[in-house]
């Protein structure tokens, strides 16, 4: 069982950044892949990035290619994402994800999620 919890959301102007955290309850953390998802209001819940359970291994949506960046510390129990040259268009809730299968981009994959963390970008 793994018990995630999401922070750091905020409003910001485009073109600024947030890291947000993301705290996992436990001793099997670093057994995880980890990802982010984000979802606007009456849009799909969407694919943003995800790390490897040694975080090694990393992927990213075209969307945020170059701009955000993801990494865990394990003896922390915490995965992060950093986010710069944030657009309007990354407003969203943004959820933090675990699973046992890699770090692939699809949700389904996921078994655990946090309860999500708001980012808003005014142009």
């Known amino acids: 069982q793994v018990q995630l919890v999401e922070s750091g959301g905020g409003l910001v102007q485009a073109g600024d950044s947030l890291r947000l955290s993301c705290v996992a309850s436990g001793r099997t953390f670093s057994s995880y892949g980890m990802a982010w998802f984000r979802q606007a209001p009456g849009k799909e819940r969407e694919f943003v990035t995800a790390?490897?359970?040694?975080?090694?291994?990393?992927y990213y949506a075209d969307s945020v290619k170059g701009r955000f960046t993801i990494s865990r510390d394990n003896a922390k129990n915490t995965v992060y994402l950093q986010m710069n040259s944030l657009k309007p268009e990354d407003t969203s809730v943004y959820f933090c994800?675990?699973?046992?299968?890699?770090?692939?981009?699809?949700?389904?994959?996921?078994?655990?999620w946090g309860q999500g963390t708001q980012v808003t970008v005014s142009s």
């Open positions: 994800a675990a699973t046992e299968s890699g770090w692939p981009p699809n949700p389904r994959v996921y078994k655990y």
């Open positions: 790390i490897s359970w040694s975080g090694r291994n990393t």
